[in-house]
C-alpha cells in the first residue's frame, strides 16, 4: 500500500516533487555523489575489461531518475574520467528512467541534458521498476531485455527505495 501511495504521490507532482522542495535531494543528487558513483563504475569496469566488448554499447540504467539531476552529474562525471575509465566513453550510453511521463518529458526538454541525448551518451525511457521486464529506449528505439545485449548491464538505484513487509511467519 505504502508503494502505490508514493507512485501516485510522484506521478501526480511530477518534477514539481523535487524543484518546490517537498521531497529532499541534495544529499543524494550532488556532483560529489555523481563523481562517487562514476569512480565505482570505473572500478567495475576495470574489474571487468576482459570481459566487455568494446565494440558494442555498455549500458547504465538508472532505475527512478526522478529530477534527473544525478543522472547528469554521474555522466558528466564519467565524462570527465573519460581517459581512465577503461572502456570508451562513446559506447556508454547512460539510460534514465522513470515510471511517470512527467519526469520523462522534463529530461527531453532540459537544456543541460540535450548535448548528451544527441550524443548518444544518454537515453531515456518509462520504466517501472515494479512490474516492467524490458526497456524501450525513447531515441535509438533499441529495446533491453535479459540476453539481449553483450556487456553486462550496469544498474544504478540512487534514489529508488522499495519498501517490502512481509507477514510473521
Known sequence: HLWKLMMSFYDRKG???WSSGVVPHF???NSFI???????LKGYLRDLEVQLDPSQPLYIIELGSGSGKFGYYMLNALVKMKDTLGFP???ICYVMTDFTESNFN????????KLFFESGQLESAIFNAATDTTITLAHSGVVL???SVTNPICIVANYLVRLRLYPNP
Not at 527531453?108 to 541534458?113: K, N, R, V
Request: aromatic share 12%; net charge negative.
Open 145 to 147: 531485455s535479459p540476453g
Open 34 to 40: 555523481g563523481k562517487a558513483y562514476a569512480t565505482i
Open 27 to 29: 544529499i543524494t543528487s
Open 89 to 91: 566513453i562513446e559506447r
Open 15 to 17: 518534477i514539481d516533487s
Open 106 to 113: 522534463y529530461w527531453e526538454e532540459h537544456p543541460q541534458l
